[in-house]
């Protein structure tokens, strides 16, 4: 049987812009969108200065910064870009993978895709295939990711957003394996700051697009990675979950890969607080009612 690694390598290869139906690419641009307001909205707060601060100091680049008269390196722009998606925790939710896919996706596939000078339907390709299997792979975990300490968004972010970049890079199937098993060692997110407040959850997006570029150029060039990314034993699932490893359900990354597109199913946040909080929202609305 094909491994994981081996069946989402070939759905980033193989799938064509045809591919998708007009309501996803719709929608895929309709959470741009989304993504790009927020990172506005963001510009304009502490947390944001100072990272653009430390990141300015690092080097320049030609990479944009969104809503910031300043350009950064390829890695550093997408890493402040996803700190500004996230940095509001206004963005997009994919409730079944608990988990904000815009926040790492569209940044990578923006800075990849203008440093290559890719074109519209090239980038809204990737994008849509960056989103989905970040989408599948947190949704395999069964919430177990959060309860393991680890935030979804930026475990889970990287490995969509490799194949995103390994699909506007070009890279063949056998190259796209061998990111997956690098972005293993590179995917990262602790849920800490979100029990004592601090600003590091607002990075994990960006760290997991930083993450994914630096993951699938270092396969493009032919550096080994493992394949079992996924059903390794020390792969994703048994090492990230721990004890709740059980309950994943890995069947569900490729279940209808390719003919049901779970990522279409984020939500849009009507209110600019964590979703976790809406439900109470609504039942206040109604209660006032």
Known sequence: MPLISEKLAAFANRTAFEDIPPEVV???KYLILDALGIAFASSCYEFAQRALLALSGLGGGGNTVIGMPVKLSLRDAALMNGTLVHGLDFDDTYLPGSMHLTASAVPCALGVGADIGASGREVLTAL???MEVSARVAAAGKGGFQQAGFHPTGVAGTFGCTLLASRLWKMNIEQMVLAQGIALSTACGTVQPM????WTKRMHPGWAASSAITSAAM????YLGPKESYEGRFGLYALYLGEYAKNADQLLIAEKLGETWEFARSSIK???ACHQAHAFMNAAIKIAG
């Open 26 to 28: 719709g929608r895929t």
């Open 128 to 130: 849509a295939i960056g």
């Open 195 to 198: 029990l004592d407040g601090t």
């Open 219 to 222: 396969a493009r060039q032919g």
């Open 270 to 272: 009507l209110f600019p």
